[in-house]
């Protein structure tokens, strides 16, 4: 009898991981309209895959994480990302990389999402403010100052940041839990969206002075928008 209890327990274990594995892949673009004809088809949820015999060592390779990022921009801070557009062999693989380097005073990377990846960030050098907001209702800003050695954690999708509050260059490691994390900085999605929000809806959703413009905004705060991660 404990033999048949057993023989079932184990059923029932089988069953319920097939469930828990039934689950659709995470999207690796911001959207895929299916198609009804497969020879219609232009993207897939990531890259066409080369035949494995043809694989080499420059597949899975990529060279100047060491070398420092140009500061030298309103911001104070560059991104340099290492994911499957620089390394095809990401491809499937769901992790990616970034180094992220920092000027003196102030360096800062703005608010941003990574609507497809959880973030892991290092301090090797400097001391970083980092933090996120947690989801609506609630909004509670989670923060902490980080020194060299330390490491955070921004889950997935949840606005961050990371600033230098040191007087020397910061640098940081991020890894990513996907092969194409994407990235939508706040402030060049809502102030710099092509065509343009509505200057009524971001007036009444910002409580902002229709005198200030959308430009007046992202200039002001965080732009350029071409070096966020």
């Known amino acids: 009898m404990k033999g048949a209890h057993l023989l079932l327990a184990v059923s029932l274990l089988a069953l319920a991981s097939s469930f828990a594995y039934a689950s659709d ?3 690796l673009q911001d959207f895929c309209v299916a198609i ?15 035949d494995p015999k043809l694989a080499k060592a420059e597949d899975f390779f990529f060279s100047g994480l ?36 920092f000027a003196p005073y102030g360096g800062l990377n703005p608010p941003h999402t990574h609507p497809r990846a959880t973030e892991i960030l290092v301090v090797l050098e400097g001391t970083l403010y980092v ?3 947690t989801s609506n209702p609630d909004n509670r800003l989670i923060t902490k100052v980080l020194y060299p050695g330390d ?18 260059n910061a640098i940081a490691f991020a890894g990513l839990s996907s092969q194409n994390p994407g990235v939508i900085t706040i402030a060049k999605a809502v102030f710099g969206s092509n065509p343009p929000i509505n200057p009524d809806v971001l007036t009444k959703a910002f409580q902002l002075d229709k005198n200030v413009s959308a ?9 350029p928008f071409n070096i966020m991660f």
Request: charged share 10%; aromatic share 8%; net charge negative.
């Open 25 to 27: 892949p995470s999207p």
């Open 151 to 168: 490491v955070f954690v921004f889950p997935v999708g949840l606005i961050h940041f990371q600033f230098n509050i040191g007087n020397t």
């Open 66 to 101: 060491n070398m420092p990022g140009n500061t030298s921009n309103q911001l104070g801070s560059k991104v340099t990302p290492v994911n499957v557009e620089q390394i095809p062999g990401l491809n499937t693989l769901g992790i990616s990389l970034a180094r992220i380097d």
């Open 36 to 50: 009804n004809d497969p020879k219609d088809g232009v993207f897939i949820n990531g890259k066409f895959c080369n």
């Open 131 to 133: 933090g996120f907001v």
């Open 215 to 223: 430009m007046d905004v992202s200039v002001g705060c965080c732009s």
